[in-house]
């Protein structure tokens, strides 16, 4: 009665699973009947790679099914042909299930769902893992240091109550995009961002409790176009290095403590879109940022910068330049350009090249929604 013998051996454990499912207000399981399994609502097959003439269940879409059962466990980890489970919307909790012995397995999104505890560390076990969306849940501790040694592409863990630091090997995977935003990490940026180089296209940080001063190997992220660190408590200077991210659009290190002036270097970058500063405690920008505020491009506001409106007041900055000025580590390298070795601090500064509009939404902004995005 089945296409292939594959789908037979998966037949009883989907109905076994339909049996614990205790809210489906969509009625998405209802054609779940029959040997027919490749029609069912959410189940997609495709032939496995030891087999181009078999039939097997490859993937799993129940994003916005509204569906809810105790766990997942028995269910997705006995479909031993499963490369992709997509998950989002939902209300399963539990364990998340033990994916490491599926051997084609490759993309896990249980986001929005009602998981709690660890960080599941049963997904580092999957060799080929390159997308992992685990937002939206109630994950709590630390983020284990092997998840970054692993060649994802896309890593998604914001709104959960991560604590801890960073770990030192932060920058170990070759992640395109990342948002860890809307956790607790706590901590500095990890100098070993610079290996994400040829790599990273967008990181979101923001509302976390990084603190320490940014890191000079910041400017090494020459494919970099977003990256958002609003809401922490970094401090030091702004790094002159940042001065190397010439596809940047967007840069948002409001809600901060940082300081001193706004480098010019930083404002002539081609692609900026919106480069927030609000809420630090700068002091002082020339022509080229100047340019910017008045293109709408760069935003300034709640600092210490005389002539500007809507600053701080001089005993607020006053009291933060004495309590609170330090020391970052190697203070040279705040001035070093690395994309123009040997070259003079003030070359190139002929100003930004503003946008008439926005482009392309940002996807990791999509993540700090609750719903696929």
Known sequence: MFKDQRLAVVYPVIQAFKRTITEDPLNRTGNWVGPDICSYTGFYCDS?????????????????FLLAAPTLEGFVDNLPDLAIFHANSNRFFGSVPDVSKLRYFYELDISNNGFSGTFPTTVMGVKDLSFLDIRFNSFAGGVPPEIFNQELEVLFINNNDFTAKLPENFGSTPVL??????????GPIPRSIRNLNSTLVEVLLLNNKLSGCLPYELGFLKELRVFDVEINLLTGPLPISLSCL????????ANNLLYWEVPEELC???????LSLSDNFFTKVGPACRKLIKNGVLELRQNCIPGLPDQKSLQECAEFYVKYIRSCPDPESYKVIPCRENAPRNHHLEGS????????APVTYKTLSRHKF
Request: net charge positive; charged share 20%; hydrophobic share 40%.
């Open 48 to 64: 496995p790679p030891d087999n181009e003439s078999a039939v097997a269940v490859a993937g799993i879409d129940f994003n916005g």
């Open 177 to 186: 995009y990342l948002t860890l935003a809307n956790n607790r990490l706590t």
């Open 246 to 253: 010439e596809k940047i659009e967007l840069l948002n290190f």
């Open 268 to 274: 002539a970058l081609p692609n900026l879109v919106n």
């Open 353 to 360: 090249k503003t946008m008439t509009k926005t482009r392309k």
